[in-house]
């Protein structure tokens, strides 16, 4: 009896957790079940976009720094992923990045890297279609070297977009803005 209850207890423990409905893992490299909903944020980023940018560093009195940028977003990899370029009309910021659905994970995933740092930001990232809102989170370094959490929160509206970045101080674990950008789509020139 003993025995069979050891047995027993090891198949329970040795059978593979189903996963969470909300949770799926995809089992393949070519996952054929994704749906093509995920791809609506990544597709609602096509085009050239011109930002106004609100910048808050520095002296708090000067602040807002203001600046104007153009994104350029395109599809890549069968359209299946982002490739943004932003920079600063002025010439004083650079960045790239490229995001997209992580079928692995399940939820979205980018990278960030600009001429300004030596560091490739990994993000993380959910929609929320009902709201046509994106947040991202990801680790970033303060500039006293500490690992802190930033987040991004990413509003579609049309051919506008809104797109704020809060930086977490990690003495007092508060989120404070750091940009905040509005986007104008240019029309398609065809």
Partial sequence: MLIALLMGAAAAA??????DAGMIKYNSIFPVNVPESVLEPVRGEVGVWDADVELYVGDPAKQPIRKKGVQTNRLVSKGRHML???????????????????????????????GDHHLIRHDIGYYDSAKKTMRWEADTIQPDGVTTRMRITE??????????MDVMDAKTSEYKKLIFMTFRKRPDPS
Avoid: H, L
Wanted: aromatic share 22%; hydrophobic share 30%.
């Fill in 155 to 164: 509003i579609f509206e049309g051919p506008n977009r809104t797109f704020q």
């Fill in 84 to 114: 943004n370029e932003f920079k600063y009309t002025d010439g004083s910021y650079e960045g790239t990045g490229m995001w997209g659905w992580d079928a692995y994970n399940n939820r979205y995933t980018g990278i960030w890297m600009d």
């Fill in 14 to 19: 040795a059978a593979p957790a189903k996963p």
